[in-house]
């Protein structure tokens, strides 16, 4: 654990002081304004002393004189705020563009990382851990620039000039008070935390538990156990009461800890300063001084326990992002990779093998060519390794074995963006974006013009749909397009993958969530707009496929049968077998 906030501190330290001159200069203006505002803080109790001296000796100074010291002291007093909400402003700044720049990185390195990554990921956690990073930076870097690093620099000064001015004893003396309370606070709000940290995993199991009651309350009307999942709620709430309990005695201990720590010390700083002021070797102005010291720091002490769990919470909330930020993705550019434009494609496939796990071959030494110009359909059972050829078509895995080869390139020598960038595809699932319609269908192209988009949208058969919305082209899709049908989704992702105008086609059950009708006059506009360009279809409808010039069967990862549809037919093998079921 040491470990990971060591990281991440090193972390805050790299955003906050290596991000840009402007920030760094930020940062040096807070270090003065800071050691500034800390000596007006070690000031205006000298003043104050000085205040009481002056009205001691009233008699021998003017009016004038007494109320320039007065006033003095006052202007120093609201100085000091002044200055202090100053220095936040200056922090305040820092931290936004500390976290602006976290998460950028967090967000660009997600952008990275292959496919395998994001598919193993929980996004409400992931999304978690980021907000916990970024709550976590503020945290940290807060109390440590704002909190922490003033007080202790104050308490270091304060120290030295009470044994300057009073001699050893005086601070001797602070230094211990403020040494107790430090390591008392230190290790009993370690355990307060710990308290606290079991409370929350209590009510999150009593949380869990009611949220999946809710969720199935079907199900528990059905078999009527209303009754058994309110006693099972009961006794989580009654473990999270208990642990609450617990939880707030040991803060409540703590702070009367704290509370008899400055108490003791204050009572031996006054008895030893009130006799010296009784025995007339130091002055009233002087006691005044020595206990205004004293209780200057009781406030800020109080909440230094705190600040610092907090900032140790900010450092451990970071760490799993920093975990993430260490996972390097699998698939990556070779660093000779060329930026590679064509006109046409040609893909070949050969003897690749590939599996998700060790265990479980997907693909097995697989070999067939998509010629230029040409359209290969895939068909085969669930499970044969069909919408795996896509994945790594676009490079989302690398073959185990084998190579594919665009153009007589193998793409592993070619950057991904611009492999990704000649490839149009449109995925049975389709996501969308919760914005517009408009934004949806131009994201194929964002330098498209409107004109382009909605002629997209024609080929898709898009138009009369969109008529139909009030708000046209500018509806809201909703979260993952959910407030579309999935005929309306595939759409759009035909518009979106016609607007990218690439050189080859990868339709994977590009029109399986269509009617028979639509599907057809979209097939009608798939064939039209992807003539003479290289396409790959993946289909379980095999009505779709019967034009294609080679379909391929596969079977457990393997090539079982190639040909036209007239051929396979002939063969009577599995092509056969399965279009007879479907017809």
Not at 220 to 245: A, C, M, N, P, R
Not at 251 to 269: A, D, E, N, R, T
Not at 276 to 300: C, E, H, R, S, W
Not at 404 to 412: A, E, K, L, P, V
Request: charged share 20%; net charge neutral.
């Amino acid at each position: 654990m040491k470990q990971q906030s060591i990281a991440a501190l090193s972390k805050i330290i790299s955003y906050v002081w290596f991000n840009k001159r402007e920030t760094q200069l930020r940062i040096l203006m807070t270090c003065v304004i800071t050691l500034f505002m800390i000596g007006l803080s070690l000031s205006i109790p000298l003043l104050f002393k000085k205040v009481i001296d002056v009205l001691l000796q009233t008699t021998t100074l003017s009016q004038h004189t007494v109320l320039f010291i007065l006033a003095g002291y006052g202007a120093c007093w609201v100085l000091n705020q002044v200055i202090r909400q100053v220095k936040e402003m200056f922090v305040f700044r820092i931290l936004e563009k500390g976290i602006r720049s976290l998460t950028l990185d967090i967000f660009t390195h997600l952008q990275g990382l292959s496919v395998s990554f994001h598919l193993n990921r929980q996004t409400g956690l992931l999304m978690g851990q980021i907000e916990n990073a970024r709550y976590g930076f503020e945290a940290a870097c807060w109390g440590i620039i704002s909190f922490l690093f003033p007080i202790i620099v104050e308490i270091v000064l304060a120290i030295t000039l009470l044994t300057y001015l009073y001699g050893a004893v005086y601070g001797t003396l602070l230094f211990l008070i403020m040494a107790t309370y430090l390591l008392f606070s230190i290790f009993f709000l370690e355990k307060a935390s710990q308290a606290r940290e079991l409370y929350n995993e209590k009510r999150s199991q009593a949380t869990a538990s009611m949220v999946d009651s809710l969720l199935n309350y079907e199900t528990v009307k059905y078999f009527t156990h209303e009754k058994h999942e309110i006693s099972q709620v009961d006794l989580l709430l009654k473990h999270q009461e208990d642990e609450g309990v617990k939880s707030l005695l040991m803060v409540s201990w703590v702070s009367i800890g704290q509370g008899v720590i400055i108490g003791v010390g204050l009572l031996l700083i006054t008895l030893l300063s009130g006799n010296a002021v009784y025995n007339k070797t130091m002055d009233v102005g002087d006691f005044v001084l020595i206990n205004g010291y004293v209780l200057q720091f009781v406030m800020p002490l109080s909440f230094f326990g705190h600040i610092l769990q907090q900032v140790r919470k900010g450092l451990q909330d970071m760490s799993a992002i920093l975990n993430i930020l260490d996972t390097k993705p699998e698939i990556t550019d070779n660093p000779q990779a060329i930026d590679y434009r064509a006109d046409t494609a040609e893909v070949q496939f050969k003897a690749v093998s590939f599996g998700y796990t060790a265990e479980r071959t997907i693909l097995d030494t697989l070999s067939f060519t998509i010629p230029t110009g040409k359209t290969v359909a895939l068909v085969g059972p669930t499970g044969s390794g069909k919408s795996t050829i896509t994945r790594l078509l676009f490079r989302l895995y690398d073959p185990t074995a084998g190579s594919i080869q665009f153009n007589g390139y193998d793409i592993r020598s070619l950057s991904q963006h611009s492999l990704r960038k000649m490839i149009g595809s449109v995925a049975q699932e389709t996501m969308l974006f919760n914005d517009t319609l408009y934004y949806n269908i131009a994201y194929g192209n964002l330098e498209a013009s409107e004109d382009e988009v909605k002629h997209a949208a024609h080929l898709a058969h898009l138009d009369e749909f969109i008529a139909k919305l009030p708000a046209g082209y500018n509806t809201v899709v909703g979260e993952r397009g959910l407030k579309l049908s999935g005929g309306e989704k595939q759409r759009i992702a035909l518009a979106r993958a016609i607007l990218k105008n690439p050189i080859l086609y990868v339709f994977d059950e590009a029109t399986s969530s269509l009617d028979m009708r639509t599907e057809k006059e979209i097939q009608k506009n798939l064939e039209e707009i992807s003539a003479g360009k290289t396409t790959l279809i993946i289909a379980h409808r095999l009505s779709t496929i019967v034009h294609a010039d080679t379909i391929i069967v596969l079977e457990n990862g393997s090539i079982t049968e190639q040909g036209t549809h007239d051929q396979l037919l002939a063969m009577q093998g599995l092509y056969y077998r399965l279009w007879n079921a479907q017809k």
